[in-house]
């Protein structure tokens, strides 16, 4: 599978429409939100790039782990912005 996200639209269009989801119905929206977890640092998704299956999975992974998660909002990982297409 593709781990490298497609952009679908720019970061600035990304924050100006912006809603919420959970996180399990965000797969194939494009994210609204820089997802980062810790370790390693590196962002999964950046505004403006779809949402993969692959990613989810890593999220989810990370909260199991208790893992922290930077640029999601919701610091208990249920929910993530998503753009309103």
């Known amino acids: ?3 490298i996200p497609e952009k679908i639209i720019s970061p600035r269009q990304a924050f100006t429409a ?3 989801s959970f996180i399990k ?3 194939g929206q ?3 939100e820089y997802i980062i977890p810790y370790p390693p640092g590196i962002s ?3 505004p403006g790039e779809i949402i993969t299956q692959e990613v ?3 999220i989810l992974e990370c909260k199991k782990y208790g893992m922290h998660v930077s640029g ?3 610091s ?3 929910i993530i912005e998503i753009i309103d297409r």
């Open 44 to 46: 999964l998704t950046s």
């Open 76 to 78: 208990s990982l249920e």
């Open 72 to 74: 999601l909002k919701d």
């Open 1 to 3: 599978s593709n781990l």
């Open 56 to 58: 989810v999975d890593y």
């Open 18 to 20: 912006i809603k919420k």
């Open 25 to 27: 119905r965000s797969i």
């Open 30 to 32: 494009i994210s609204g």
